[in-house]
C-alpha cells in the first residue's frame, strides 16, 4: 500500500509540475528561426545584424510568413517614416557613435542604396567617411570608387585614386583590381580618361574578377 502511495504522488507530482518549453538547437533551428535568435542577441556583432536582416529579408520575400512577421514588428519595413522604429538602424546608429567601423559602414550602405526607402547619399558618404576614420577598409574601398564614378557623390578623382591606393596597400583585391582596370583603360584610350569613368547598372562581357565594373563614359567609349 506504501508503494502505491508513493507512486500516486509521484504522478501527482509530475502532473502539476509546470510544463517546461525546451528550445531547439540552433542546428535544429530553421534559418529564420537563426537568424531571429542571432538578432535578438544584444552580443551579435554589426555583421552579424546586417546579415541576419538580409536572410530575413530573402526569406520574407519567398513568403516566410515567420520572417515576414519579424521584420513587421522591427520596422524593417520598406518605409522611411519608420527610420526612428527600425531597430536594425537605430542600433547600428548607437553602434556607429559608439565607434563601431562596421556599424558606421552598413549605415552607408543602408543609405546609398535607398534601404527601407531611405535613400539619403550626403548621410550615406558622411558614414561612409566615419567608418572609413575608423578604420573599415570596405569603406575606404567603397569611397575610392564612389568618387571614381560618381555614385551618390560628385566625381573627384584624386579623392577617389587615394582611397583606393589605400585600400589596396592594405590589402583590398578589390580596390587593387579597380586601379588596375584604370591603368589598362589609361593605356589604351589615353591619359584623363579616368576622369569619365561611370558605374554600369550590370555586368558586362570582359568584366574582371575581383573588379568593380567601370567603363568610359564618353563617345565613341560608351561600350567595351
Known sequence: MKRILMTLTALMAACSAPTQH??????EMSPVQRAIMTYNNPSSSSAELYGDFQTLNYFASQGDEEAQRFLKQE???YDPALDEQNSLNQRLKKRCVEKDADACYYLYTIYLDGQFGL???PRAISYAERAEELGSIEATRSLGYDYLTGHGVQKDTVRALNYLKKASDAGDE?????LQAVEELKAKYGPGIEENLIAPDFPHEGTKEGS?????SREPFQTP
Not at 578589390?174 to 579597380?178: F, H, N, P, R, S
Not at 568593380?212 to 568610359?216: D, H, L, W, Y
Open 22 to 27: 525546451v528550445t531547439p538547437s540552433p542546428r
Open 75 to 77: 520596422s524593417l519595413t
Open 174 to 178: 578589390t580596390a587593387k583590381g579597380t
Open 119 to 121: 535613400s539619403d547619399h
Open 212 to 216: 568593380p565594373f567601370i567603363f568610359p
